[in-house]
T-cell receptor, first 114, second 116 residues
Framework: GAGVSQSPSNKVTEKGKDVELRCDPI?????LYWYRQSLGQGLEFLIY????????KSGLPSDRFSAERTGGSVSTLTIQRTQQEDSAVYLC????????????FGPGTRLTVT | KQEVTQIPAALSVPEGENLVLNCSFT??????LQWFRQDPGKGLTSLLL?????REQTSGRLNASLDKSSGRSTLYIAASQPGDSATYLC???????????????FGQGTTLQVKP
């Protein structure tokens, strides 16, 4: 596609529910990243997929967070048993896996946990 | 542990002024540095990327410089316009062998307002 797309753009959920956020990277980009942006924490890294390598999950804040990438393209970030502190904007980015590694970001999903 | 700091946190200037945004980082073993722009409620737009071996990059009215040894980068905006009003973020990608490769580490951003 022309750019990174994310869905939904906004999600309101009740505390304790599970949510799934989707990211479609730029066609041909083999690297995919998830970040979270919240007022108190700024932009923080969550997880990084690089080709067929094991993902770097070092930024996931708890075991309620997980992500997968199917077929080397679309990625889904799942948050189980959501808490109010999970409210944030979740941003996805993609890049090529060589050279500049310039990261291109999607518009984000704003998650509100009530 | 890499830390990225941006000063000032906010800046207000009259239209037409040239301005400089500052970014500093604590670990000089970086692979590259990216400057982004973020408009309210939007995602990040990549403005410039400087590889660790480069000193500067230019795009239109924007010029970014990198002094890796001192851990500093600046974003220079010439002849500022009201449309430049946004939050500007810098982020570094660590180099190979320094761990934590892949992810970007972000500063807190500088919010710029250009008044007509």
């Amino acid at each position: 596609g022309a750019g990174v797309s994310q869905s939904p753009s906004n999600k309101v959920t009740e505390k304790g529910k599970d949510v799934e956020l989707r990211c479609d990277p730029i066609s041909g980009h083999t690297a995919l990243y998830w970040y979270r942006q919240s007022l108190g924490q700024g932009l923080e890294f969550l997880i990084y997929f690089q080709g067929n390598s094991a993902p770097d999950k070092s930024g996931l804040p708890s075991d309620r967070f997980s992500a997968e990438r199917t077929g080397g393209s679309v990625s889904t970030l799942t948050i189980q048993r959501t808490q109010q502190e999970d409210s944030a904007v979740y941003l996805c980015a993609s890049s090529s896996d060589r050279g500049r590694y310039e990261q291109y970001f999607g518009p984000g999903t704003r998650l509100t946990v009530t | 542990k890499q830390e990225v700091t941006q000063i000032p946190a906010a800046l207000s200037v009259p239209e037409g002024e040239n301005l400089v945004l500052n970014c500093s980082f604590t670990d000089s073993a970086i692979y590259n540095l990216q400057w982004f722009r973020q408009d309210p409620g939007k995602g990040l737009t990549s403005l410039l990327l400087i590889q660790s071996s480069q000193r500067e990059q230019t795009s239109g009215r924007l010029n970014a410089s990198l002094d890796k040894s001192s851990g500093r980068s600046t974003l220079y905006i010439a002849a500022s316009q009201p449309g430049d009003s946004a939050t500007y973020l810098c982020a570094v990608r660590q180099g190979y062998g320094s761990g934590n490769t892949g992810k970007l580490i972000f500063g807190q951003g500088t919010t710029l307002q250009v008044k007509p």
